[in-house]
Every structure is written in C-alpha cells, then in structure tokens.
C-alpha cells in the first residue's frame, strides 16, 4: 500500500518552455503533499507543502511564480516550472501523506533544461 | 528550524557484517523518526520509523533505536547484503520534515 506516483520520469526541453509534474497517491488520499529538489549526492530540499484545496505554503528562498503548485484533490497534485532554464535542471521529487505522517515518495521527475 | 545531522557520510561493509548509521537533531519537540532508503533514481523508501515514546523498533534484519535524553537515533543493519547498497536518509518529522545529509552505504560481496 501507499504508492505514489510520479509523471514523467524524465523530461528534455528548451529553455523558456513550462513544464508539469504530476504527483498521484495510488491507493490513499493524500490530505498533504510536499514538493521536494534535490541536487546530484546531496539530500532533499523541500519546496512547498501543500493542502488539498489550499495554496501551497512555499519555502524561503523557492519562487512561487516560478513553481506553480496546485492540489486540486486528495489524490493529485501538480507542479509547473514556468519558463524554465538550465539552472532549473534538477531532480523533482514528491511527497504525500496522511496527517503529515509518515511521507511517501514518488520516484522522481529528472527535469533537464537546454 | 531543526538541525540534522547524519553520520557516517560514506559506509563501506563486507557482506554479512552489520553497518550503523547514527543521527542526532536540535529540536526536543520532535517526535517522529523515520529512515529512508533511496536507490540510484529513485525516490526514498520508508523503510522503518520510530516515535518519541519508542526506545527500540526492529524489522527483521532492521532496527531503529532512539535516545531522547540525548537527541540521536541509530539505524541498524544485521547481516548486510548487496542489495543493501543505497543512500539512507535519517529524518526528524512533525508536520514537516527535516533531512539528514544521508550515508552512501556500499555493500561488498
């Protein structure tokens, strides 16, 4: 149990071009979904947390005009990098839960900008 | 906000022996501490979790145990085996949680 599923695995595009991540929780409702970054051998960084229904609280520093979040239902949320650029090339990592815990993590979008 | 600290950075073991990753936080508030596992690729994976008011939790070849006094808890791995090889991820959590720097754990046949 508790799966969730992360699309698309890995994505190649122009620098300039919007690009959306889904996040899916399989067999649960996700009341809370978290967007992490993480950079090549280090940990993970999160992004934003958000509630179904609710705008999703951002961390310092992460821009929210540039990383749109939207949770539209228990069970989906959605995370789009707005005119992306190189240095937006990372590995997208989501999360999701019930009650905050415990989080259960999709297996990643590789975002590759050129 | 909580300050996590995981050691070892890198782990290398022969097969069958054990491996011990430890960890320690700031925050006395803190009451959830789960490990995670993250093959190359792929997301973490929970692979075993403890609360505050659990010294010792064992799954198998797996055990946590947690020392509140002193603010660190400990991944145990009995009997390591290739497929053990990964980065595992100590995690300090309430409503948000909060990232050790992870241990490159290498398993030799």
């Known amino acids: 149990g508790a799966v969730v599923s992360q699309h698309p695995s890995w994505v190649i595009c122009k620098s300039g071009t919007s690009v959306k991540i889904e996040c899916r929780s399989l067999?649960?409702?996700?009341?809370?979904m978290f967007w992490y970054r993480q950079f090549p051998k280090q940990s993970l960084m999160l992004m934003a947390t958000?509630?179904?229904?609710?705008?999703?609280?951002?961390e310092q520093g992460v821009e929210k005009d540039k990383f749109l979040i939207n949770h539209a239902s228990l069970t989906l949320s959605t995370l789009t990098v707005t005119s992306a650029h190189p240095e937006d090339s990372s590995f997208y990592i989501c999360?999701?839960?019930?009650?905050?815990?415990?989080?259960?993590f999709g297996d990643g979008t590789r975002l590759s900008i050129l | 906000g909580e300050n996590v600290e995981q050691h070892p950075s890198t782990l290398s073991v022969q097969e069958g022996d054990s491996a011990v990753i430890k960890c320690t936080y700031s925050d006395s508030a803190s009451n959830y501490f789960p490990w995670y596992k993250q093959e190359l690729g792929k997301g973490p994976q929970l692979i075993i979790d403890i609360r505050s008011n659990v010294g010792e939790k064992k799954d198998q070849r797996i055990a946590v145990t947690l020392n509140k006094t002193a603010k660190h808890f400990s991944l145990h791995i009995t009997e390591t085996q290739p497929e053990d090889s990964a980065v595992y991820f100590c995690v300090v959590g309430g409503n948000q949680f909060y990232f050790g720097t992870g241990t490159s754990l290498t398993v030799i046949p």
């Open positions: 999360s999701a839960s019930t009650d905050y815990q415990p989080q259960h």
């Open positions: 067999d649960f409702q996700a009341t809370t």
């Open positions: 958000s509630n179904e229904g609710s705008k999703a609280t951002y």
